[in-house]
């Protein structure tokens, strides 16, 4: 691993003072876990997966002008990123009902939601994450409704442009995670995706088969963990060129 100073360490990733002010290196974990960290576990090459995977959103989001975080890619299982002043929510982007919204209100996993829902939930691993309202993150001063207007914004062109490039695959986006940072540049904040897009904060159903290819697997005990998250990078025409069997990957080699 790395010999640089550690900065952060999270559930899934490290991050490492990067090589010049203001940046920072992401390093992808295998470590996985669920429900707020009760569920531990290891899954082999995830983080050599996630790291492809989302340098592929971010560099296809740049595309169409959403501003992230990401720079380049450094190797198997880093990235140089932007240090960026993480907003503390976590926004979740829901098209189909599943997973919490679908207990919350008693929905049947699956059914389609009539518009996108967007949710914000507080990130605090002590509470759980909980769900909140426009009127606790002004409140608290987590964001300005200036901010939330433009997060609410990004999230649903991201959603638009990720669906979408998902179908195409055979994937249906059924809901996902993100998280913003604030960016300063030209003497004022922007608000910039941050953090990581992949398998872990999705939820991705064949759209035939409905067949789940994302951390579900995980969280319920489906089995074949591991190939979920390469079917996903394979999909993607992104699967390392040498295949699965490379995914354990020396921690920095190209
Ligand atoms: P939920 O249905 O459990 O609320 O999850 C909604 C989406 O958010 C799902 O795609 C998984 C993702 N997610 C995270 O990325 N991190 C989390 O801590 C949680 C609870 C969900």
């Not at 990123?81 to 207990?103: D, F, Q």
């Not at 159903?205 to 489906?222: C, P, S």
Request: aromatic letters at 10%.
């Amino acid at each position: 691993m790395s010999r640089r100073r550690q900065v952060y360490e999270g559930k899934a990733k490290i991050l490492f003072e990067g090589p010049e002010p203001g940046t920072l290196i992401q390093y992808f974990k295998d470590d996985a876990t669920a429900f707020n960290n009760q569920k531990k576990g290891v899954i082999t090459g995830k983080g050599v997966l996630n790291n492809r995977i989302s340098e592929y959103f971010m560099l296809r989001l740049h595309e169409i002008n959403i501003p992230t975080h990401f720079m380049r890619r450094l190797n198997m299982r880093e990235q140089l990123i932007r240090e960026v002043e993480i907003i503390p929510l976590e926004v979740v982007i829901r098209n189909v009902a599943a997973g919490s919204i679908a207990t919350r209100f008693g929905i049947e996993e699956g059914t389609q939601l009539t518009r996108s829902i967007v949710e914000f939930y507080y990130k605090d691993d002590k509470l759980g994450d909980p769900l909140v309202t426009e009127e606790h993150i002004t409140a608290f001063g987590w964001a300005t409704y200036q901010e939330i207007d433009e997060i609410l914004n990004l999230s649903l062109r991201i959603n638009d442009f990720l669906s979408g490039l998902l179908v195409s695959v055979g994937l249906k986006l059924v809901d996902f995670k993100l998280e913003f940072g604030r960016l300063w540049e030209d003497e004022e904040f922007r608000i910039v995706l941050a953090d990581e897009t992949s398998p872990d904060n999705c939820r991705l159903w064949d759209t035939k088969t409905g067949e789940r290819y994302d951390k579900d697997r995980f969280r319920r005990d489906l089995g074949k963990v591991e190939e979920g998250y390469q079917e996903v990078a394979r999909r993607l025409g992104i699967l390392p060129e040498s295949g699965p069997r490379d995914l354990r990957g020396t921690d920095t080699l190209q």
